[in-house]
């Protein structure tokens, strides 16, 4: 079984730009997080999709988005970077809500803003 | 709120010694614990986690885990370190079934 991938794996944006992270979880979980790890900061939650719906979110600015499409395939925005952006974005999927099921994380994309 | 905190965030320890990383929670409900392995330049991967059923969790790799109630406690053993388990521990604890609360990271280093 495949395991959850993102795509790109690393980029380099300026300051102002927008950019596009993809995410395809494990075949068949229908829930999709997304995390933000920086030295300073840690591991931060920023939100979580499920079945195509937003059901948490976390402390982030407006500039921050996203979103799951049917096959439950997510993307996130960032618009407007800024250099504190700079950080590597973790997704996670789990086959349901709950606990009860573990989430499974990809290897990241590295997000550098110059 | 729910919290995490992990004593030590860098611990250093020989080869076939015994690896202790701390992690204390703090949770008004019973808590889901985890605990992460990060291998350089890659994500997260579940080591073992505590869902209430037994108190003593074994993971992979010959790790596990003691859940204290009394001392709110989730600490991560291995009786023998191993070159390999060089990386960066996270604890974290399930917000509401939806998102991970991440301790600071412990970083284990291995010397021969």
């Known amino acids: 079984k495949a395991g959850v991938t993102q795509t790109p794996r690393y980029l380099i944006k300026t300051r102002g730009q927008q950019v596009t992270l993809s995410c395809s979880p494990i075949?068949?979980?229908?829930?999709v997080s997304w995390y933000q790890q920086t030295p300073g900061q840690g591991l931060q939650f920023l939100f979580e999709?499920?079945?195509?719906?937003?059901?948490n979110k976390g402390n982030f600015p407006g500039r921050f988005s996203g979103r799951q499409f049917s096959n439950s395939r997510s993307e996130m925005n960032v618009s407007t970077l800024e250099l504190g952006d700079s950080a590597l974005y973790l997704c996670?999927?789990?086959?349901?809500?709950?606990?009860?099921?573990?989430?499974?994380f990809g290897p990241g994309t590295r997000l550098t803003v110059t | 709120a729910q919290s995490v905190t992990q004593l030590g965030s860098h611990v250093s320890v020989s080869e076939g010694a015994l690896v202790l990383l701390r992690c204390n929670y703090s949770?008004?409900?019973?808590?889901?614990l985890f605990w992460y392995v990060q291998y350089p330049n890659q994500g997260l991967q579940l080591l073992l986690k505590?869902?209430?059923?037994?108190?003593l969790v074994k993971g992979i790799n010959g790790f596990e885990a003691e859940f204290k109630k009394s001392e709110t406690s989730f600490h991560l053993t291995k009786p023998s370190a191993h070159m390999s388990d060089a990386a960066e521990y996270f604890c974290?604890?399930?917000?509401?079934?939806?998102?991970?609360?991440f301790g600071k990271g412990t970083t284990l280093s291995v010397s021969s």
């Open positions: 505590y869902t209430s059923a037994a108190t």
């Open positions: 075949s068949g979980h229908r829930s």
């Open positions: 996670a999927s789990r086959g349901g809500a709950g606990a009860d099921y573990e989430q499974y």
């Open positions: 999709y499920f079945s195509e719906t937003q059901r």
């Open positions: 974290a604890v399930d917000k509401a079934g939806t998102a991970l609360i």
């Open positions: 949770s008004s409900v019973p808590p889901y």
